[in-house]
């Protein structure tokens, strides 16, 4: 079947760690740019980054560069967003998404407080 499915979300304090994963499967993982967005209580969501279909180019909103680490391990049809220094705007619900079929992940939730 074709999906995404995010996992690694929980509870952390500020300054803390958390990986998060996204697999895929249903279609030529490699072919397509991935991205990660969030979503906070009362927001829009807001794309993270995104990942060209090699890795070759990344890109990251200005909030997170320098903190965050996106990554994708093509043989295993799964991408990786590394969060470090978390801090409390960094709350949401995180998605995956490729343009393939417009898909999306279930969402995971992450929640940095103390």
């Known amino acids: 079947q074709v999906q995404l499915v995010e996992s690694g979300g929980g509870s952390v304090q500020p300054g803390g760690s958390l990986t998060l994963s996204c697999a895929a499967s249903?279609?030529?993982?490699?072919?397509?740019?991935m991205r990660w967005y969030r979503q906070a209580p009362g927001k829009e969501r807001e794309l993270v980054a995104g990942m060209s279909p090699s890795g070759g180019v990344t890109v990251y909103v200005d909030s997170v560069k320098g903190r965050f680490t996106f990554s994708r391990d093509n043989a295993k049809n799964t991408v990786y967003l590394q969060m470090n220094s978390l801090n409390v705007e960094d709350t949401a619900v995180y998605y995956c998404?490729?343009?393939?079929?417009?898909?999306w992940g279930q969402g995971t939730q992450v929640t940095v407080s103390w």
């Open positions: 998404n490729t343009p393939y079929q417009s898909l």
């Open positions: 249903g279609f030529t993982f490699s072919s397509y740019y």
